[in-house]
């Protein structure tokens, strides 16, 4: 399947799940309010920041590896179920051993039990990471898009039973979240053993890890994935404060459907084609990308207040103000992303990509502590955005460097790039609609 069918069928299952659920979670929000809603948003986040903390980058050599043809899936998918058992199983130990520090100081306000469930869950959610990277590697994006809106179909039709129409509140949402990620696991499994028969290779982990750790620390900072600014505003400020910025984390993060097509259906090309192809195929995406990221920032500014209002109700309108610094902040982000795909795949420099995120992320911790107290909710959206378009900028000048393009032709839209990511049988019916329309009005005779 080309890259245009690719990103077509990644949009409209994304957005299809989006769309599904928006209506539901929408109403759960309201029917949990600030609190439950913090308390939901943290469990996520410790979750997902310790999913990607202990992916170790294996998921990003399942992506190169297959992505190559280096490695059999079978022996993939053996060290993604030994690593996610024996990764997953650890943060579940340290969990317990350092339940104390979690409980009172990590985060306060969360109960031991709703601490337990998202520890316990940190097997599943990193194996289901690790199944993703190997669809991808194998190009099986449709297959990865249903099992998508198949764990967000479970989660709406719980969450609408259990929390909208039971009452069931905050726990009865995070076993709904904790069921549909288990399944989806399942699923995952299921179908890659269908494929090819798992085996464990010590030489092939071995690899894995010395080729991930260099880049773990990018994936780990992937769209949502690391949380820091939930938990210190946690420990600070108070978790209704988590509450009202997990609905502006949570509207920005509207555009994860977009990036994940985008960069599902650019990993192989940008991977598998030879040097000064693959700068250019990046530099396209690139371009029109930022154009639509343009259009989302400048919406999100405007409509901020009246979308928290009418969606959620004046309760949630301290949302508003980071939602249009976060907006800003995931534009940066979603092309950073692009630029260390390259490289990571193209260029196999991992570590660079790492190296400068890890920078960003610890130059914004003392930030957090700095202006949390001080600006609260609205501080710490800054302190994200700054960190995200440093990050930006370091990887755009690196990627300049490397290829020898000017800004201009990386990041100026040209004639053409929007409609190169755009499948043609869109753009045969858009070309339909464009005749018509020339039709309808070359008819009509211009009043003098």
């Not at 028969?197 to 010590?202: D, I, K």
């Not at 090309?269 to 990308?289: E, K, M, N, P, Q």
């Amino acid at each position: 399947m080309s890259f245009r069918k690719h990103l077509t069928v990644g949009l409209v299952a994304g957005f299809a799940s989006q769309g599904l659920g928006a209506l539901v979670s929408i109403l759960v929000i309201r029917k949990l309010g600030p609190l439950e809603r913090g308390i939901y948003a943290m469990v996520l986040a410790l979750n997902t920041t310790l999913t990607y903390c202990l992916d170790l980058g294996i998921s990003a050599a399942n992506e190169t590896f297959l992505g190559k043809a280096e490695w059999s899936l079978g022996a993939v998918n053996g060290i993604s179920l030994a690593s996610s058992g024996l990764f997953g199983g650890s943060a579940i130990v340290a969990g317990w051993i350092f339940r104390g520090e979690l409980v009172n100081r990590i985060m306060p306000g969360v109960s031991p039990a709703e601490i337990s469930l998202g520890l316990a869950l940190v097997p599943f959610t990193l194996y289901s990471l690790y199944g993703e990277s190997m669809l991808v590697g194998i190009e099986a994006i449709v297959l990865l898009n249903k099992i998508s809106f198949l764990q967000s179909l479970l989660l709406m039709i719980g969450s609408a039973i259990f929390v909208i129409l039971l009452n069931g509140g905050v726990k009865a949402l995070l076993i709904v979240w904790a069921g549909a990620y288990v399944i989806s696991a399942l699923l995952i499994f299921l179908v890659l053993v269908r494929h090819d028969r798992p085996a464990f290779h010590l030489a092939l982990w071995r690899k894995a890890l010395s080729f991930g750790v260099r880049s773990f620390v990018t994936r780990a900072f992937r769209l949502g994935a690391f949380r820091l600014d939930s938990f210190f505003l946690n420990s600070m400020s108070g978790t209704i404060a988590v509450g009202y910025y997990s609905i502006a984390t949570g509207l920005t993060e509207k555009l994860a459907p977009v990036l994940r097509a985008v960069y599902n259906a650019a990993n192989r090309r940008v991977t598998g084609l030879d040097r000064c192809s693959s700068v250019a195929f990046t530099a396209r995406i690139i371009r029109g990308f930022a154009l639509v990221l343009a259009v989302w920032v400048l919406a999100i500014g405007v409509a901020a207040s009246f979308a928290v209002r009418l969606l959620f109700g004046g309760a949630f309108l301290p949302a508003a103000s980071p939602l249009r610094i976060l907006a800003l902040g995931i534009g940066f982000y979603s092309l950073a992303q692009i630029f260390g795909l390259f490289f990571t795949n193209q260029m196999a420099r991992p570590g660079f990509v790492s190296l400068v995120i890890g920078l960003c992320v610890a130059a914004s911790i003392p930030a957090y502590v700095l202006v949390i107290p001080r600006w609260g909710i609205a501080g710490a959206a800054w302190v994200t955005c700054g960190s995200t378009a440093a990050l930006f900028a370091i990887l755009v000048a690196a990627f300049s460097r490397e290829s020898g393009l000017a800004l201009r032709e990386i990041l100026v839209i040209r004639r053409g790039d929007i409609t190169s990511l755009i499948s043609p049988g869109l753009q045969r019916i858009l070309g339909r609609l464009r005749s018509r329309v020339t039709e309808l009005f070359a008819g009509q005779k211009v009043p003098e």
